[in-house]
Every structure is written in structure tokens, then in C-alpha cells.
């Protein structure tokens, strides 16, 4: 795809883990021009720089120091809007955005099973963005992407489901601190220890993998925190309805492709899933910028005893599985005409 | 019980992590006395505080450290022989030292499947000591303690499968890194990541436990390096024969007491089982030296939409994992009268 | 020292991580008895085990965990407080509970330069405690322990400015995690990573060693935060105003002792420095308990090419830095005779 | 500089840490094309890939993992070599390469303090590399770059001693896990944890120093591991021949720049010194890879008590310490005209 001009963007929770994550993809995007960064009335009237406790281990360019935040709520003027609110604040903001006319691309939880709203993977379910006609908020629209979590294993079930109907899943994660964003949790907690997650990351893995495969089988999910700066790890059992053998499911998994990868979406992966032999694999430290953080590393597929299949996969929680997820989302929609760019004055186009 | 005077032991792999934990542990014993301390050829002429990398936070006794180092496969007087050995060397000296006339109780994993040898956690199955007449070698013998993880994870399969049934369990570890010696794992691959185990650590979790509740339902095991010091965790699914209550199981595992706690064994804890109800326990830096590391920690007990529970367990990998086992197995062997004090001249008695 | 009954005492700001220590400490203490646990609003009228984050490896005995928290500044009995109050509060409830005739035995950093305020560390300045006649607050009174650095480095500095005379030290720290409280460092900065600290914790390390030693040489202190959970360790260079070898150096370090060894005080340590000589030694997760946490272990000592002599120190940082050091403080205030046991209705005794 | 062709390269040691970065660097390179890797004879006659555990976070590139490596020692066509071998081997193997007529460009410590051999910093003392001359070695050559530490420590105390004259420095290191190699230190004795370095690293850091900016003042070092993976932290004390203001100071730090930037070498940072002002940097997990890791970063620049300034640098250990410093020496030899493309047949030219 060719644009004439970069389309303007603003983030909203922009001075969080996601948030830099979104303001550091949208730098450089071929697609998107990141115009405004908006945060709490802590942050607003503040630079950008001073505001955002910046994690990332690249420097932040000059000219994103400098930008001035302003606060959540306040007019925008860029038609598409990354949201990496907290999901009460979400609450609040995203519906008022999508009011005004904006398409708002959030990876808040808030709204992800509300039936209307699309909860998207572009691999998986491309055409739940047709749910945007229910909003019933044209010109504006709210797209979500899923928990981190499910961002990766959604996307391994997928193929599975298609072609071999999955009956059911035992999940287990380790999951790595900047999911919890920041300060998120404290050093004499994580250091050297494990610790469970709450029961709403459970409930989450449990639920929106189903949305989004339109699927109702049960998933037991255990989570946990580990000592891991990036990249979640899940140990995933898998029940087939029908005996297959590995070769089958490594050719589903390896070959699995979306319409990310046809339409050469920027952010889209070569292969959404990389499927590696070695029995040590997939580790966060070294797998999970894999494709620039939006490959899932799926290893050690095996015969599950319990089960029918058991393998490990690996999802960069802030990239595929955040900032990635809504960037990758908003493509789509602009692919698929659905970003109509002289919003907020205009109208989400659902043809 | 009351001893005259505490029996003779000897260590054989003394310098590892888990020698040094039964070299500790022995030092301050109310019925044994550490006699000796053997290891290999390296080691061995040299004093045990030089040729021992000491690992724990307490400081070796100086008369530890003065022990001199004897080679594994010398003649040993001590009755009594705990066995840190690494698995090729427990092959060749496990048996010479039976056939001498000792009761070796062995960490190693190699004799732990042969039939004639007690895989034994006392708690569990304490009878399987009687196997020790199987072993045609009066007066010596030889005792098995099972895996690290194994010993949480029977610990807590035991009741739930005398009194609902265990039909099939799904279990994913997170192990410390003493589980794998010194040097064990490096710190570039350890610092900051989660490593996928060995496949045959996760044939021993699937294996093990069976022989233990002497049973025959189906383990799905997937085990995992973390940048944790001491301490497994586990997170265990189980499908049960029958529907049950929460209250039902949580009353089971609370309950659960065996032989040691009755025989009041010096290492046995007071309950082996410690149901905790926080959801963000059990953790591994804050419970798994439990009741000085002999309690298992069971939390986040909560139906499993899979299979029928799920739950979380800690294990303290080199105490009722490793050292604090094979000392309450060499306990429950004297209190059942099957360790003759007088050998290697005499003889294991089997009443 | 016999006593016919435990002193009472409380604790100010016993939920953070030193008034954890404090109220574990003072739990199984032979001369003080635990009679009261005082912290914030939010925590008061809570009992203790749920207001507390309970971050210490050992369980929190249940007496503790029942006992309901009282309000900072609300009347309290007993007349010993121990403050483990951050410096703001320190600031208004110190003075207030001194006046109503408490013996307050701080932590505390607010009072500390305060010339009537005795900086106490009992092997070094014990005669510091006569500034208690200058405060006029009879029969209250106020006492501090130094920064969790000074804690060592004053300790080590003193038996070379006696026998040396110190004429200038160059510091550079290590300093652990739990220093900064909890939740204190988030884990996303902490992990893997070393942070410089705050300019401000680098003048109480430049500062505070010259009122307890009464000296007026400079001191450089660079001050750093790095992933370690307890044990602050510090590279030191001295120089002495005169040429030494380094034995005289060694014998003045090891054969140092204090009035706290004369009158063998309950928390006193055998030999408050400890040299030892590997190369590699001190490290914190080896040597920071040390003696119940009270020893300060010194290392590497050799001569320095640029000062006169360099070695490096670990000290504890929350017991001997903190809450172990208050508790000898308040030892000694007794051996002394300078607590008055029936205030704070009475005096404290100035002889 | 324009090249007509890329000059041939081989990496000797090309299996560990620091060799594994040189292959990365050199696969990328504009003058350099990496012809083959060498490594011991249990590495030899195997897949690069499996041969080397690959412990960098980008994949390593295809064609690189398939490369057969040879043994060290073998004949070898490139004229140019890198090398990333262990002292005692280096020993060896540089004096043998450089007979045959190759340019050795080497990270190993065996011949940096010969006074025939450049020990070259670019930036510092580009014209050490007439030394080549003193070699008798014609065609062939020897190049070293110092140790990790020094390649940041030296490059910060040039422009001091240029302009100010340093009589003396006080340094202590927080050294990275990388700088053991791998697998280097055990992850039970890292995690949480800071280990006192080897004498022998002191030495160097007190040595290399003055050779290579022919200098004679003392210098004090302290050498520590820490638990960061990447990035060597220094704590630096100063003294200078004169009163200065720390403008001063902070301008000739930050104006410093050296013939690799005037001739614009490919490796070489815009700025070899980054002076930053936040008092919490420079950090490793932030700073380390600044400018490709090719740039030093200085921070908290302010007076020192005792001397007569102090701050902190920051050096990538792999990068500015190791492989990219061997690469921007090689780029400078290559600039000035003293490596010969056509050896090993021809000759290291001296103008």
C-alpha cells in the first residue's frame, strides 16, 4: 500500500511501558505520524521527556523529548488514537474519542468483551473488524487487541482450532515484569521469586481466546510473574478432537498465515508463529524479539500424556502483545478502508 | 525415641549442593554423627572448608571444615551412608557400599525405578521400605527419595488420590537453580530468563510419583529453569474420579499426616502439607523454607475448568527435595528397626 | 545483666522493613518485651499481619500477626519506642513522644546531626550517650543510629583513626534493595541493572562518620544501588597520616571490640569486625548475616597505591545498618542505666 | 574512504562471547567481510551455529550459523584477523599469524603491556600504532586493544590528563557478567549478588591505563561483579594538577573528540563521551548501548572531597571494551594505510 502523506496519530497513556512502546513504533512508522502524546493531568503541560520515566533501552529521539503532553480528554485532532490507558481511565476516554469521531485502537482491557467491539488479531479474525457497523458511533470506532497472553496463545490455538478443532487448554505462564508496568512491582518482591498472578489475568486468558476464535472450549489458566524484563512464556496442553501426529500440528503451526502477511502489513511478522526445534527453546532473553518482537516462538512441541499435544510459547508481552497488537490493528483497519483519515470530522468508511 | 548415642554417618558427594545440605543438617542431628565426608579423587586429602565450595548463608562449622576428604569407594565405617551422588557415579559406588554392608540413602536418581529399591517418602509410603528384603544383600540396603519435584508434587497427590481417585494431572514446574548444582546453570543464561528443563527431568515428574502411590493415571509434566535461589514451584492440575467441594480437598491436604509426624522423626514438619490462602502465595522466596524446608506449600486451590482442581505447590528443592528427604527416610528406617548399627559388620534387619 | 522482667517497648513504623526486623527482633528478645505496634492511619486498627507486607523469610509469629496497630502519635505505655519512622514523621512524633519521657531509640535520619542527639554506635562513641543530659527533655530522651552504611564504615574507621589517625577515605557503595523500604526500587529498573543513588544518602555517608568518630577529615562518597536483597558493601580507601604495614592494619581491624563485648549485650556481636581472607570475600549473599547480621566483615585488604590502604566492607543494612542497631543502642542506654523502666511516667536517669 | 572490495576477515576465538560479537559486527561491516571463524579443536570441523552457543538477542544471521569453523592455528587467508582467544592461547597463536603475515588485531590481555605492541584506544593514542614498526614482524603485525574497563577509563582521563595533568585516580568497577565469558559465573553465585573481582583485573586496570596515555600517576582499583548482563559501570575519583571549575572539566569531556571521528571511521561513536546530568545515570540497562555501544557515558560529574573530581562512566564491555574496539582498530590501521589487503603474501606497510 502507498499513502500520499502519513496519517496524524496520538497516544493516549503515553508515558507508560506501552505507552513509549506505541510513541517509539509510531517515530518511525511508514504509515502513521505520531502528532500528540496525552497523558494524566500529572503529566500534561510537561515534555514529553521529563513526564515519561523512559524505559526503553534506545534513546528517546530529541524532537518526542519535546513534545509537549497534554491531557487525556482535551480535543485531538489526529483521526486514529492508540489508547494504552488503565482500564478505568479507559473507561471513560475511549468511548468519548470514538463519540467524537476518532477510530480508537486501545489495548485496554475495558472493552474487549463488550460484544460490539471488535477484539482483534489480524492473523485470526480479521473480519470481527465488521463489528465496527454495530458501534453505532460512525464516524468514530473502538478496536481492542487481547491481554498479552492471549495475544500469543489465540494465535497458536488458531490454526490448531481450524484444522484439528481444539477441545480443550491447560495454560500455565511465566509471565515477565513489564506487563505490570511501572513501577508495577516492586525489586525485594521480584528478585529471585516467583509470584502468582491475580485472578483476573487468569479469567482474561480464560475468556478472550473464545471471542476471538469464536470458540467454546474450556481453558484452565495459571499465571505468574517471573524475574524477566521482557517476554511472556506460556506451557500450553492442548486437546484435539482427533488423534493426529506432530508432524500434522508442526505443519499447522509453521505454515499458519493471516492477511497481515498477504496484504504486507508494516508491523506484520514473516510468519506470525516460528515454530524452533531445540528442546531448550523458546527463552525469553533470547526469542522474544523474534521478527522484531511481533513473531510468537512456539518449541518443545510434544505428545501430551494427559491431553493430545503439549508445546511452549513465547509472546513479547509489550510488543506483539500491546503496542505491536495496536499498531498491527490499526493497519488492517487503514488497509481494509476503514480509517477514514479526515476524521474526526469524517466517518469511519464501513463499505 | 531415645538413642544411647547417635549413629555414624558418612556423605558421599559431600561437596555439592545438596552434600553440603546433608553435611549441615547431620552436624546439628539429634541421632546421627557425621562420621565422614567422600567425594572424588579431586577432593579428596584435602580439607572439606577448601575443597568444598560452600554455598549456604551459614557459615561452615570449623570442624567441618577441617574434615578431611576421603575418595568415594574407600572403606567407610559408618553404618549410615547418605548419597549425594551425581547419577554414573551413584551406579558403580551405591551398590559396592550396599554389598559392603551399608544402608546407603540415596538422593541419586539411578536405582530409584529398579523394583527392589524403596522410591520411599515416608509420609506416603512407608511401607515400601519393606522391599529392603528384596534386595538380597543383608546386612546392606539400599533407600531411594525421590525427585525434587516429585517430592512435593507425590506429597500432595497422596491424599487427594486415597481419597478421591487421581485420574490424569498436568504439571508445569518453575525450578530453582540449586536444582542443578554448582556450577549448574551460568548467569548469562540464568539472569533474567526462564529455561526450558531437560526432557528427562520431565519423564522423572511423569514416572516417579506413580511408582510412589503405587498408581497408573496418566502425568503431563513441562519443567522450567528459573532465576530463583531455592525452592520449586509447581502448578498442578488434577482430574479426580469423582466431583468434589473445594472444602472437601483443601480438608484432605490440610489433614494429611503420616508415620513421621505419629513417630515424631526429628526431620519430619509438623504438617507436610500447608495450605496457604493468599492468592499471590505460595512464593518460593518467602515459603519455601517453611518449617525448616520440610513443609510443602499448597495454595490457589480452585476448580480447574479442564480437569477437575488446579493448584500451586512449593517445594524446597535441596531440603525435603534433596538433603531434608533422604534424612527423613534414614530416620523412618531406624525407627522401623531396619538400620543395624553395628554394620558394615552387621546386618540391615528385616523384622 | 539480669533482669526480674522484660522491659515494654514499641515500635514506630513497624510495617515497613526495618520495623519489621525491630518488632521480629524485639518478639524473642531476653530484656525487651513487645507491647505495641504503631504506624500510619491507614494501617491503624488493622491487625498487624495484614497491614504488614511481612517481607521476611521466616513466618510471622501469630501473636504478631493479631496484634492491632495503633496510630503514630496516639499514647503508648511502654518506655521504649524504637522509631523506624521515615524522616518526615520522625520529625513531628519523635520530639513528641520524647517529651511525654519515652526513651526514643531512632533510626531515624532527621535528628541525627542534631548536636544533643547522641549518633550512637555502642563499640565506637558509647560516651555519646551522656548528650542525653542536653536535651532537657528529662525524663524523655532521644537517641539515632547512623545511615546503614556509616553503620559499617564508622565501625571499621574506628580502631584506624585511633591507631593511625584517618586523615581522608574515598567510599564507593553497593548498596542492597531493601535500603530504599518497600515497595522501594520497581523491579523493571532494578533487575539487572546498577542505579546511582540519591546525592543526599552521599552526605550522611561524608558526614555522619565524623560526629560519631569527632574527626574533620574529608570523605568521598559515591553511593550506587545494585540488584542485591540485603547487605550494603562498600570499596574503601583510607589514608593514614602515617606509613603502616598492613598487619598492624589487620590486628587493629580484628582485635577491635567495644563496650557492647565487655558487657555482653544481648544483640552484641563477638568481634564486631570480622576480617577474612579470600580474595572474593565479602559477598553479600555469603556474609551479610553474619553473626545474626551484626558482624561487619572486611576483606581484601591491601595497600592502596593512591591513599594508604584499601579494603572492602559488608554490613547488614537492615540489622546492623538498622534495626539491630537500635536494639543494641537501647541496650546500652540500659546497661547504662540511662532507661528509666517506669517512664513514661518517670526519668530518664542521667547519672 | 571508499573501498573497492571489502577486505577479507577471520575471527580466532570466534565461539565465545566476545568472538560471537565480533561475527556479528563483522557480518555487517562496509570495509570488512568475514571470511571464516576459528575456535578450538572441539569446535573445529563444526557448524558454526552448533559450535557456538549463541548468546547475542538478534538470531544469528543464516549463512553465519552454517559456516564450518577451523581450528585455530590452521593457514588462513584473510590478512586480517581478529582475535577473541584466552590469554594462554593467544599466546601461541598471535605471534604464529603474525609471522605468516597477517594483521592481528586482538582483544587478549598476553601482549597488550609488550612495549613493541600498540595498545591502541583511537580516539587516544592513534599514532602507538608507528609501534608497528618496532614488530620485525613485516608483513605481518600485532594491534591489541586494552581491557574492558580501561577501554572506557582511558578514554575518559585523556582529555583530563591533556588539559588538567591527573596526578592520581581512585576507581571501582561494577563489572558485567559478560566480561567472565561464558559460561563464566555460576548463576547461583550472581543472582542477588556482588563478588569481589580478581587481583589480576585490578592490575590491569591500574596499569594499561598509563601506557597508553604515557603517563606515569597512580591509580587504585577496585574490581566487582555484578548481576547486569551487559555494561561496565566505574566509580572515578580525580585528582587534578590544578584548581579547576567543573565546567571546565564537563567541556573538555564532552568536546573530546579523535582521528576516528575525523575520518569518520564506520564503528566510530559521533561522540566518544556522553556527559549526561541526571544524577541516577549513566545505568547499564540504559546507557550501555549508547551509539551502538560504542560511546562512554559520564555522569554525575561533580567535586571530590578528597581529590579533586568525581564521576561515573560507562563502558559496553562486549563493544567499547572488546569486539567494536578491536574493529575500530582495525578501521584505523586500515585508514593510515598499515594493513596490507594482499597479505598474508604481503606486508603490513609502515609508512
Same mark, same amino acid.
Given at each position: 500500500m502507498e499513502l500520499t502523506e502519513r496519517i496524524p496519530a496520538a497516544v493516549l497513556g503515553a508515558t507508560g511501558v506501552v505507552g513509549q512502546q506505541l510513541v517509539r513504533l509510531l517515530h518511525d512508522h511508514p504509515w502513521f505520524s505520531l502528532e500528540a502524546v496525552a497523558a494524566s493531568s500529572r503529566s500534561a503541560g510537561r515534555p514529553y521527556g521529563e513526564a515519561a520515566e523512559w524505559m526503553l533501552d534506545r534513546d528517546l529521539p530529541p524532537d518526542l523529548a519535546e513534545k509537549i503532553v497534554v491531557e487525556g480528554g482535551e480535543e485531538l485532532s489526529a483521526p486514529l488514537l492508540f489508547s494504552a490507558l488503565a482500564s478505568e481511565t479507559a473507561s471513560e476516554l475511549e468511548p468519548l474519542y470514538r463519540d467524537r469521531g476518532h477510530l480508537v485502537v486501545s489495548n485496554?482491557?475495558?472493552?474487549?468483551?463488550? !460484544?460490539?467491539v471488535p477484539l482483534l488479531i489480524p492473523e485470526v479474525n480479521?473480519?470481527?473488524?465488521?463489528?465496527?457497523?454495530?458501534?453505532?458511533s460512525s464516524p468514530g470506532g473502538l478496536i481492542t487487541n487481547p491481554n498479552c497472553v492471549v495475544a500469543g496463545l489465540a494465535l497458536a490455538l488458531s490454526p490448531l482450532h481450524r484444522e484439528f478443532t481444539v477441545e480443550a487448554a491447560v495454560v500455565t505462564t511465566f509471565q515477565a515484569?513489564?506487563?505490570?508496568?511501572? !513501577?508495577?512491582?516492586p525489586s525485594l518482591a521480584a528478585l529471585g521469586n516467583v509470584i502468582p498472578h491475580t485472578r483476573s489475568e487468569e479469567e482474561k486468558i480464560e475468556q478472550e481466546p473464545l471471542k476471538i476464535l469464536d470458540a467454546g472450549f474450556p481453558i484452565s489458566a495459571s499465571a505468574h510473574r517471573v524475574p524477566v524484563a521482557d517476554g511472556h512464556l506460556a506451557s500450553v496442553s492442548v486437546k484435539l478432537s482427533r488423534p493426529t501426529d506432530l508432524e500434522e500440528v508442526a505443519e499447522a503451526l509453521s505454515g499458519f498465515r493471516g492477511e497481515p502477511q498477504e496484504r504486507r502489513?508494516? &508491523?506484520?511478522?514473516?510468519?506470525?508463529l516460528v515454530l524452533v526445534g531445540d528442546?531448550?527453546? !523458546?527463552q525469553p532473553l533470547r526469542d522474544a524479539t523474534r521478527d522484531r518482537g511481533m513473531a510468537v516462538t512456539v518449541g518443545r512441541l510434544r505428545p501430551d500424556p494427559v491431553l493430545s499435544i503439549r508445546f511452549d510459547l513465547l509472546v513479547h508481552n509489550t510488543l506483539r502483545g500491546a503496542a505491536g497488537a495496536a499498531l498491527l490493528n490499526a493497519e488492517l483497519a487503514l488497509a481494509r478502508g476503514l480509517?477514514? &483519515? &479526515?476524521?474526526?470530522?469524517?466517518a469511519v468508511e464501513v463499505p
Open positions: 485496554a482491557s475495558r472493552f474487549r468483551m463488550d !460484544p460490539r480479521p473480519e470481527s473488524l465488521e463489528l465496527l457497523r454495530d458501534q453505532d515484569l513489564s506487563g505490570a508496568g511501572y !513501577p508495577g512491582v502489513l508494516p &508491523t506484520a511478522p514473516e510468519r506470525p528442546y531448550d527453546r !523458546p480509517l477514514d &483519515t &479526515t476524521a474526526p470530522d469524517a
